[in-house]
Each structure stands twice: as structure tokens, then as C-alpha cells.
């Protein structure tokens, strides 16, 4: 009952209380870019939890398994970087192939995943906190889920600030931060959750 009880306060823990976004500021560029819509955000939100799920399994295996016992672990960063982008390319064709309409929506954001910092920085954060695999996959899917919170929250409130009278200086990117900020501060409330 011990490891259920840890493994739910680090999902809530990656997820809310360190949420990637809002608290670690990682991942912004697609946060920004690709909260216009809810259904995109989902799906930014959906594809960004399978590879960062994915990836923390794989990179955690070939963490413990090749590079610990190889004594290459200065190469972790450059396998992590691999793992990822050939997730993001199955997941790319996956999209292309079965759902064209939210490939064409995620468009250049997509293939960015690869170079998301909050991709990697999972990877990397499992470990720097030395943990096996199996909390490595819970804290990159509470972290993943996070993002698609945080994700999507924003995109609903953009979708609605577009029926909403702005003054003239912070229309866009201006009132979209201005948002992201009053988001971060409200996320913050739950570091006092754990």
C-alpha cells in the first residue's frame, strides 16, 4: 500500500504541484503556440503524454541497462534526444496517416515535440533523482498530464477571451501571457497540496 501511496503522490506531484509548465516554465513555445483551440490543445496535450510516457520507459531502461553498466552514462543526453525524436516520428506518422485533421491543426509544433525541453527535461529529472523505471514512467506521465492540463485551461480561456473586449496593447501574445501568469500563480496554490 506504501508504493501505491507514493506512486499517487508523485502523479499529483508532477502534475499539479511541480506542473512542467506553470512551475518549471518548460514547454512554453508549444503552450503558446497551439492553445488557440481546445481540440488542438487536446491533441498537443494527447500526443505529448504518449511521448513523454513512452520516452521515460525507454530512456530509464536504456539508463539502468546500457549506459550504467557500460560506464557511458555522459552519453545519457544524446540517447534521450534519439529516443525521443524517434518517438515523435512515430507519432508524426501515426497522426499523418490516421487522424490528417489534427496533423495538419498541431502543424510545425508536432515535429517540435523532438525539441521540447519539457520532453527532455523528464528524461533527464528521472535521472537526477535516481529514479527506476517504473517512477520514471509515473512522474513522466504526471508530468505529461500536467502539460495537457495546463494545456487546455489555456486554450479555453483564449477561446474565450475572443469574444471578449481587450484594450488595445495587450491584444495577443500580450493578454495570452499576461493569462499564462495568472495561471502559474494559481498553480502555485497547490504547493501546499504535498
Known amino acids: 500500500m506504501d508504493g501505491f501511496k507514493e506512486m499517487l503522490l ?7 504541484v511541480s506542473n512542467v509548465v506553470l512551475s518549471q516554465f518548460l514547454g512554453l513555445c508549444p503552450f503558446l503556440g497551439v492553445s488557440r483551440k481546445i481540440k488542438t490543445a487536446a491533441g498537443m496535450g494527447t500526443a505529448v503524454i504518449f511521448v513523454i510516457t513512452l520516452a521515460s520507459f525507454v530512456a530509464g531502461v536504456l539508463y539502468k541497462l546500457i549506459l ?24 508524426e506518422m501515426f497522426l499523418k496517416k490516421m487522424i490528417p485533421s489534427l496533423y495538419q491543426a498541431l502543424g510545425v509544433y508536432l515535429p517540435l515535440i523532438t525539441t521540447n525541453c519539457a520532453v527532455l527535461g523528464v528524461a533527464v529529472s528521472n535521472v537526477q533523482k535516481n529514479y527506476g523505471v517504473l517512477k520514471g514512467v509515473v512522474n513522466g506521465f504526471g508530468t505529461a498530464v500536467g502539460f495537457t492540463i495546463a494545456i487546455v485551461i489555456l486554450a479555453g480561456i483564449r477561446e474565450k477571451m475572443e ?32
Do not use: C, D, H, R
Open 10 to 16: 508523485l502523479l499529483v506531484g508532477s502534475s499539479l
Open 163 to 194: 469574444y471578449t473586449e481587450v484594450p488595445g496593447p495587450f491584444k495577443g501574445m500580450p493578454i495570452v501571457l499576461l493569462t499564462a501568469g495568472l495561471m502559474a500563480i494559481a498553480f502555485w496554490g497547490f504547493s501546499g497540496l504535498l
Open 68 to 91: 550504467v553498466p557500460l560506464n557511458i552514462t555522459y552519453l545519457q543526453t544524446i540517447v534521450f534526444i534519439l529516443v525521443i525524436a524517434a518517438l515523435v516520428q512515430f507519432v
